[in-house]
């Protein structure tokens, strides 16, 4: 690490080539170059004199430029910036149709034992983000991948898929397909949002599986974008949303993720409501505050009110 921060530190001083992204270490110090490939645990950036290998967990940010021969394609690396396990970027408006094209191979259903739920792919190397609801308590996670081959899609299932963090209060969970069973199989990710551009009546759309119904897509408006219930924010939405679409993706018309399908009003239709995307960016950055002990498959903790105590003027019901 010290030879990194070494030429990190004479980057510093050296021009930077036109085009080239740009890449914030964690201690604060920026290099400049060009991204050639990505792994797991490293970005390898060309920074001209050699090739740099930038640790993951000492990023903290990378904000990729379009070139100047011409506008980047819609929805990708149009202003784009690495967080680590996530991505954001500038998105272009497409719509519901071509966002649905776009970005819906990101789109999983993930199985446990006796139920089922959605998710969506926040890095190609297999990190899924769904509801904890759909996974607490559960060892044995199934995720199934869509995609899309000579215009026919076709199922891929991960049965090696680990809970890495769950968090009941906000019901956010990180799981992760294993990379020995992913293999070269290539992902679809898709980009998170900012919570701060969502706007009363906007257009937005859902994809998931009701009802255990694969890769249906519903679409709507936001009805209100902080609605308060238990303590917590959501986005109001009134696209409709059924069980099996519990962790998966809101989505505006460029294709960003901005909310989490959650939970509905039982017997109303049209009231419906997401976790705002800044709780999953919040969520994702501490997950190692809500590791998931696979001896204590009811991890976090969670503790139940006490009981109240009854006077004449209460009634429990």
Not at 26 to 47: A, C, H, M, N, Y
Not at 92 to 120: C, D, H, M, N, Q
Not at 300 to 309: A, D, E, K, S, T
């Amino acid at each position: 690490m010290r030879t990194v921060l070494i030429l990190t530190a004479l980057l510093l001083t050296l021009a930077s080539p036109a085009g080239a992204d740009e890449f914030r270490l964690k201690d604060g110090k920026v290099v400049r170059g060009e991204l050639l490939k990505q792994t797991p645990e490293k970005l390898f950036v060309d920074i001209g004199f050699t090739v740099l290998g930038i640790p993951r967990d000492e990023l903290e940010e990378h904000l990729a430029t379009t070139p100047d021969a011409g506008p980047a394609e819609a929805g990708e690396g149009d202003g784009a910036s690495d967080h680590g396990l996530y991505s954001e970027a500038d998105l272009t408006e497409l719509g519901v149709r071509k966002a649905v094209e776009k970005y819906g191979e990101g789109v999983v259903l993930v199985k446990v034992p006796g139920a089922l739920g959605s998710g969506f792919i926040i890095r190609e190397d297999g990190y899924i983000i769904t509801n904890a609801h759909v996974v607490q308590g559960e060892i044995e996670v199934t995720v199934t991948v869509y995609k899309v081959v000579d215009g026919q899609f076709e199922k891929k299932n991960f049965d090696q898929v680990r809970v890495l963090a769950v968090n009941p209060f906000i019901d956010l969970a990180l799981i992760k397909i294993d990379e020995e069973e992913l293999g070269e199989y290539q992902l679809q990710k898709v980009f998170l949002g900012r919570v701060e551009e969502v706007e009363v009546g906007q257009q937005v759309f859902v994809v998931g599986a009701p009802q255990g119904l694969e890769r249906s897509v519903t679409e709507g408006i936001v009805s209100l974008k902080n609605r308060e219930n238990d303590g917590k924010v959501y986005i109001q939405i009134d696209a409709a949303v059924n069980p099996g679409n519990s962790g998966g993706p809101l989505f505006n018309t460029r294709g960003e993720v901005i909310g989490v399908n959650s939970w509905k009003r039982l017997f109303s239709e049209g009231l419906n409501f997401a976790i705002p995307v800044d709780y999953v960016k919040h969520f994702i950055k501490n997950r190692d505050a809500f590791a998931y002990d696979r001896d204590n498959p009811n991890s976090g903790y969670r503790y139940l009110p006490p009981p109240r105590r009854q006077n004449s003027s209460t009634q429990q019901d």
